[in-house]
Structure formats: structure tokens, C-alpha cells
């Protein structure tokens, strides 16, 4: 059976410094951050590990609502999406995984744009 990019990555050490690495730079994006205004950071990050875990095949946790209920309301731009899929992709990338493994992450995450966006088509 074929390994899951969640151990293919490190598994849990691996999601928890990435989820970490991940929101220093959506929090440190002008741009970005005020869609985090009020927003409790340790339990968003803790879901996020949730969320990752299982999107990547690992164990799966309580990751909190749905994504589309978690986003709804934001007025998450497409723009704001494309920075923050970035922003993973340069962690992932000072983490040392492997470009291959990158672009089949973002794959798995691309679907979600429109559960994201504002006013995106399903």
C-alpha cells in the first residue's frame, strides 16, 4: 500500500511545524491578516493541524466546522486564496518536502477554492 503524503512528509512532527512556519507568514502578510482579526489563533491553529492531518491522509481529528461555514461571510477573494496556498507552499518548501509532494498538496487543496472564496461557483 502506497504511503500517505501525511507520513510521507513526517507525519504529526511534520504538520505541527508546518501549521506553525505557515501562520508566521499569513500573519505576517498585511494583506492577510485581517482576516484573522479576533480570531482565537491557538484553536485555528489547532484545527488546521486537524484539517491537514486528514486532507493528507493522516489520523482524522476534529478539524471544527465545515470549511465553507468556517470561511463563510470573510469576503475571502480569490487573491487572498492564491497568497495563502503560497504561503504553504514556501513552508512546505523550507521544510525540505519535496517539490513532487507540494504540487500533489495543492492539488488535494485546490477543490476547496470554492467552499473558500466569496461568491465563488461550486
Known amino acids: 500500500m502506497p504511503q500517505s503524503i501525511y507520513d ?3 507525519g504529526a ?3 505541527h511545524a508546518a501549521v506553525d512556519r505557515f501562520y508566521e507568514k499569513v500573519w505576517g502578510d498585511p494583506d492577510l491578516v ?3 482579526d479576533g480570531v482565537d489563533r491557538t484553536k485555528l491553529k489547532r484545527h488546521q493541524r486537524a484539517f491537514m492531518s486528514a486532507a493528507l491522509g493522516g489520523p482524522r481529528g476534529d478539524a471544527g466546522r ?3 461555514r468556517a470561511h463563510h ?3 475571502i477573494t480569490n487573491d487572498a486564496f492564491d497568497r495563502v496556498v503560497e504561503k504553504l507552499a514556501d513552508t512546505l518548501q523550507e521544510l ?3 517539490s513532487e509532494l ?3 498538496i495543492a ?3 485546490a477543490p476547496l477554492r470554492s467552499d473558500v472564496v466569496e461568491g465563488a461557483i461550486a
Open 8 to 10: 510521507e512528509i513526517g
Open 13 to 15: 512532527p511534520a504538520i
Open 34 to 36: 485581517p482576516y484573522f
Open 66 to 68: 465545515r470549511i465553507c
Open 73 to 75: 461571510g470573510l469576503g
Open 96 to 98: 525540505g518536502v519535496r
Open 102 to 104: 507540494i504540487d500533489r
Open 107 to 109: 492539488g488535494t487543496l
